[in-house]
């Protein structure tokens, strides 16, 4: 059986390709077992620097598998629990790896497939592309991290509309509202993107790690206790190879060659 994720890595770059659009690149078990084994094989990959999650066809993903939902041979509770064993199993290691995540959104996503589209660092976006929740359409509630993505980039307020009114909402909507952070014509996304994750890629590994640890524990912080990690962080890029690197390249005008 042909997987439903195609995982590439070169040049320091994992590109995971959601690769089923004859199916609208479902959240089923497949594609659930196919993303932790993905993440998995990116985490015990030291040659990883940068993660470019993305989609083939017209939709980014559609969200949940419907059909399986809909199978009365089984008990509904059991079938969603089969499903978010393995995709949350990968989800919980991919946001706590440190290398940057870019997440290109190359059409229209819904459901499960909001926490794929919006967990990257940076978010990008085809025109084409529209969000919409679903779930309460269903009688469901949202899951894989969508409704704690949505909250944290948009809002408590937009995080409502999203997911009680289940509308769309555009690319330039999400744009507007912090969802996504760039939109591109559909034929550009692809390069753009890439060009995006491949510059992370080559940058100072161990420096883009410490960015996103600050960030992140930023909204936990008081502004005095982050005072203090900042401080720690300089303190350790200061003895790098990539900070001598950086610097010295910076003064010789060219472009630094990290480790």
Not at 83 to 102: F, H, N, Q, R, Y
């Amino acid at each position: 059986m042909t997987s439903p994720l195609r995982l590439h890595i070169e040049h320091g770059l994992a590109t995971m390709t959601f690769c089923a659009p004859e199916r609208a690149n479902v959240l089923d078990l497949a594609m659930a077992r196919a993303f932790a084994a993905a993440v998995q094989q990116i985490a015990s990959d030291d040659s990883v620097r940068a993660i470019l999650i993305t989609g083939e066809g017209k939709q980014f993903c559609a969200g949940g598998d419907i059909n399986a939902f809909a199978d009365r041979s089984r008990e509904l509770t059991d079938v969603l629990e089969e499903l978010l064993d393995p995709v949350l199993e990968g989800m919980k290691l991919l946001t706590l790896l440190p290398m940057p995540i870019v997440c290109a959104i190359n059409g229209t996503v819904g459901g499960g497939g909001i926490g794929f589209a919006l967990c990257g660092d940076i978010v990008l976006a085809a025109e084409s592309m529209k969000l919409r929740g679903g779930y309460s359409a269903i009688g469901l509630t949202p899951d894989v991290g969508g409704s704690w993505f949505v909250t944290r980039r948009a809002g408590t307020g937009k995080a409502m509309e999203v997911f009680l009114t289940n509308r769309p909402f555009t690319a330039a909507e999400c744009r507007a509202i912090g969802l996504v952070d760039e939109v591109y014509p559909d034929s550009e996304l692809p390069a753009k993107a890439h060009a995006l994750a491949l510059q992370l890629a080559q940058g100072p590994k161990q420096a883009l790690a410490r960015i996103k640890k600050l960030i992140e524990s930023a909204q936990r912080h008081s502004l005095h206790a982050h005072f203090d990690m900042e401080r720690e962080t300089m303190l350790a890029s200061g003895v790098t190879d990539d900070a001598r690197e950086g610097i010295k390249a910076f003064m010789e005008k060219r472009a630094p060659k990290f480790l």
